[in-house]
């Protein structure tokens, strides 16, 4: 579990890697019409600079963050949607993928919640990148955030859509030990942030 305040400080402390994140999502996010929604929406930091209205999340402390942002909140657990089928134009999981318990199971609930042709933006950091060492060291030294977690390739996240969802972009930024902050086109094997739009494949 974050606490909400170190959590939330870390995009003031490391602003340039937080605006380098947003500009590799704005413009995916907010070609999609309203209503939006961010599964595992945390302190609501990408929800509110991008104009998305609900998130969820299972951590009531992140939620008053959220809330004090604008956000319209609700407890709940991304495998477990609270919401009806095709309410939203887009949806949004940016970071949390590792925190699932289920990712495949969230992942179908996304599909279930967006409209026919809807948008899932997802934002990944690949296990093998300079973040994804990174955490998955602090996972080995017994850090109690990152216990359950799993990082994924790209690879990974590919099959977790199969059949759900076609990839119709992606696009990499912090890219390398230098971390340029440029946001490239496509797949960087070196990108620490990986943002993939896919389209709902209709059942």
Known sequence: MFDPLEYDSWYDRHRELYEAELRALEDLVKKYPSPKLEVGVGTGRFASRLGVEYGVDPDENMLRYAA????????????????????????????????????????????????????????????????????????????????????????????LLEDLFYIARIRSTLIGKEI?????????????????????IPR
């Open 68 to 159: 004090k942002r604008g956000v319209k909140v609700i407890k709940a657990y991304g495998e477990k949607l609270p919401f009806p089928d095709e309410k939203f134009y887009a949806a949004l999981i940016i970071t949390t993928l590792p925190f699932f318990s289920d990712a495949r199971a969230a992942i179908s609930e996304v599909h279930r919640v967006l409209k026919p042709h809807g948008g899932l933006i997802l934002a990944f950091i690949p296990r093998d990148s300079l973040f994804g060492r990174r955490y998955m060291e602090y996972q080995r030294k017994g850090d109690p955030r990152f216990k359950d977690a799993h990082f994924y390739t790209l690879e990974e996240v590919e099959t």
């Open 180 to 200: 340029n902050l440029d946001v490239l086109e496509g797949y960087n094997p070196e990108a620490s942030f990986v943002v993939v739009e896919g389209v709902k």
